[in-house]
């Protein structure tokens, strides 16, 4: 595994290689019981969820953006991709992972307690909702998504945890241009504009982290209703 994240310019230390490790054992194990991913060979998860959750770490974007102490909020974490990964790979960064499913929140849970992870914390909730606690709402340095929801609608569930001076990234396929075109009235609707864009090739497959940035104060109307996001995007 040293190697493969050597070759994207991402650190990993012999213990947080056996972290991943551990977290795999763990995810094949609980995907027996609930649904957590379709890809299960070791090669295949280390690949498509481990190295491509960690490809923030060499984006030169989030290098020149990003403090020390980051607070981070992983929007539909599913089962801890990008978050947990980040988590681990990146201990002095603040996580929270937050999934609408609460069976998928127990999993986290156990993962950040064998683990012994101090940095994150798994809560439930609709993102819709949870914009809407103080405690969260524009609470983040980043905010970071994966495979949740196309464009406009993932902007209007990510946009309101990012701080003033904070980032959202998405992490998208190779239509993300087209996305980003789709997503005008979203991005003048929610006050953010796009700032950058950082692609890789993972082994064939296309990653594209697109970036945006505060362009004005967010209005206090979004989120909407929980519901009405995916029943009507922006
Ligand atoms: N990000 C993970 C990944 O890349 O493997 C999970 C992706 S999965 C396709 C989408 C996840 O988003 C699911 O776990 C679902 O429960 C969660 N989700 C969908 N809508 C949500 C919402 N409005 N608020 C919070 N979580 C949501």
Known sequence: MQELFTKFDIDISPTQEEMLKSYYDLLISWNEKINLTSITSYDEVVAKHFLDSALLLSSSFCKSALKSDSRIMDVGTGAGFPGMVLAILKPEWKIVLLDSLNKRVDFLNEIISKLSL??????????????????????????????????????????????????????????????????????????????????????????TLVFFERAGILPDKYPRRAGIPAKRPL
């Open 118 to 207: 101090n940095n994150v914390t798994a809560i439930h909730g609709r993102a819709e909702d949870i914009a809407r606690d103080e405690n969260y709402r524009e609470g983040f340095d980043l905010v970071v998504s994966r495979a949740v929801a196309d464009m406009s609608l993932l902007l209007e569930l990510c946009v309101p945890f990012v701080s003033d001076e904070g980032y959202f990234v998405a992490y998208k396929g190779p239509k993300y241009k087209d996305e980003i075109s789709s997503a005008a009235h979203a991005l003048s609707e929610l006050c953010v504009k796009c700032v950058s864009d950082d692609s890789f090739d993972l082994f064939g497959a296309d990653r």
